[in-house]
Every structure is written in structure tokens, then in C-alpha cells.
């Protein structure tokens, strides 16, 4: 592995562990769009498709909700796979 991936990788691991550090329990869509480097409305769309993340409809309102578990996003963004082959 080269040099410049080794720091490539050291870098993003600590973007990964200063977003986990800031936000334990839930992650702003805002701050996971910023993360990753794409516009908060893009995140939100994300979400809506099932890919991470939950959206809903709040009752009587035209808007939608959003929820980032922490965990949900480190195991995807980092593709951990726990083994579990339901």
C-alpha cells in the first residue's frame, strides 16, 4: 500500500471518529451530507430511498422526518458486515 493511501485512509478514519465523537447517538443530516461531501437535499433523498437512515411523513404537515442512527451510518459507510446471514 502506498504512502498516499495509507494517509488517505488515517484521514478519513479520523473524520470518522470525530463524527462518531460529536454525534454518538444520531447524526444530522446535515452534518452526514457535509460528511460526505454532497448537499443536504441529496442526503435527504438518500434517505427516502431506504438506502441509510429513516424518513417519514409527520402527520398534517407536508414535510418529512429524518433519523440518522450513528451506528447505521458507521456500518455502512464502513460496509461492516457482523456475520449475520438472515
Known sequence: ???AIK???S???AKV???IHDYPTSIPTSAA???L???PASMRAVMENGTIGLSWKKGGALNKGFF???CQF???YMRYDDGNKN
Open 1 to 3: 500500500m502506498t504512502n
Open 17 to 19: 471518529e470525530k463524527l
Open 74 to 76: 458507521l456500518r455502512w
Open 11 to 13: 484521514a478519513d478514519e
Open 7 to 9: 494517509d488517505f485512509l
Open 33 to 35: 451530507a457535509e460528511f
Open 37 to 39: 461531501g454532497i448537499n
Open 68 to 70: 440518522l442512527p450513528t
